[in-house]
Nanobody, 115 residues
Framework: VQLQASGGGLVQPGGSLRLSCAAS????????MGWYRQTPGKQRELVAT???????NFADSVKGRFTISRDNVKNTVYLQMNSLKPEDSAVYYC??????????WGEGTQVTVSS
């Protein structure tokens, strides 16, 4: 199983970024897909997830600003991040859960929100 994430970078407060993560090698395709983030000294936290049926879950801190979507043909999950704040700065990790509820993680992509 391989997860290829892209789209991180440096953005000013109030700006937008879009993260993408393409999964390959998952038998029967991903069940759940999502994004987590982590800052130094803190535990990794959920940002947003989406099921194969399209049900979405968001952290309270990003509701109304972030959206998550997926392409079930390409096995790709997207995270659109708008109205970014400095506290959104973190390493963002793509997560995929397969039919047998095994979790797979991408390498992480840095998002920095700073003026």
């Amino acid at each position: 199983v391989q997860l290829q994430a892209s789209g991180g970078g440096l953005v000013q407060p109030g700006g937008s970024l879009r993260l993408s993560c393409a999964a390959s090698g998952i038998v029967f395709g991903p069940k759940n897909m999502g994004w987590y983030r982590q800052t130094p000294g803190k535990q990794r936290e959920l940002v947003a997830t989406i099921t194969s049926g399209g049900s979405r879950n968001f952290a309270d801190s990003v509701k109304g600003r972030f959206t998550i979507s997926r392409d079930n043909v390409k096995n790709t999950v997207y995270l659109q991040m708008n109205s970014l704040k400095p506290e959104d700065s973190a390493v963002y990790y793509c997560n995929v859960r397969d039919t047998w509820y095994r979790d797979y993680w991408g390498e992480g992509t840095q998002v920095t929100v700073s003026s």
